[in-house]
């Protein structure tokens, strides 16, 4: 009777130390994936002033910050603008709006403004890509390359640059000369 009683109390001091510390006899199922963003995508990021080392395409740039105090100094990462489009490579127009976007670009620091409700859902995805729109001395980026013919309003931002991309067409400025097919 003693032994059983023994036994009894090791059984329940074990299944406690189990129970205590998560452990079950049956395997647990693995957790599902979550559909919630990531926490870098719930909260917006400050602007953060950078420096254009790479124009890809008019609406991708490869920057790295330009203030020492920013967490992501001496990175290189990319921004993907919401506000312009412009010819993809291989297209009309393409190596003349680079050029014209490098020009603008090139030289000085920027600032990165991250829009209050991101176009695809996230700020920065999880390939560490950042989303927003590019601000300047003068004239915002999009606006000033919308302006000078070499790029194209998106659907998101068509009421801020309308007139500007109108204005362009009609003076055949930039690429309007150039491209027949630009814009169609």
Not at 84 to 92: K, L, Q, S, V, Y
Request: proline letters at 6%; a negative charge.
């Amino acid at each position: 009777m003693f032994l059983a009683r023994k036994a009894r109390l090791v059984a329940v001091g074990v299944l406690a130390a189990l129970i205590l510390t998560g452990c079950t006899s049956a395997p647990s199922e693995p957790a599902a994936p979550s559909s919630e963003p990531s926490e870098a995508a719930q909260t917006r990021p400050e602007n953060r002033s950078v420096t254009v080392v790479e124009v890809t395409d008019l609406s991708t740039l490869v920057v790295t910050p330009s203030e020492e105090s920013d967490e992501l100094f001496g990175e290189e990462f990319t921004v993907h603008l919401s506000d312009i489009e412009g010819p993809a490579e291989g297209e009309c127009g393409f190596d003349e709006a680079v050029a014209h976007a490098e020009e603008n670009l090139f030289g000085g620091p920027r600032k990165i403004m991250y829009e209050s409700e991101p176009a695809g859902g996230e700020w920065i995805d999880a390939a560490g890509d950042h989303y927003g729109f590019l601000g300047g001395a003068g004239l915002p980026y999009a606006q000033r390359m919308i302006v000078d013919g070499m790029a194209l309003t998106t659907d998101a931002w068509s009421g801020s640059y309308e007139g500007n991309q109108s204005t362009a067409q009609a003076n055949n400025t930039g690429l309007w000369a150039q491209c027949p097919d630009f814009g169609a």
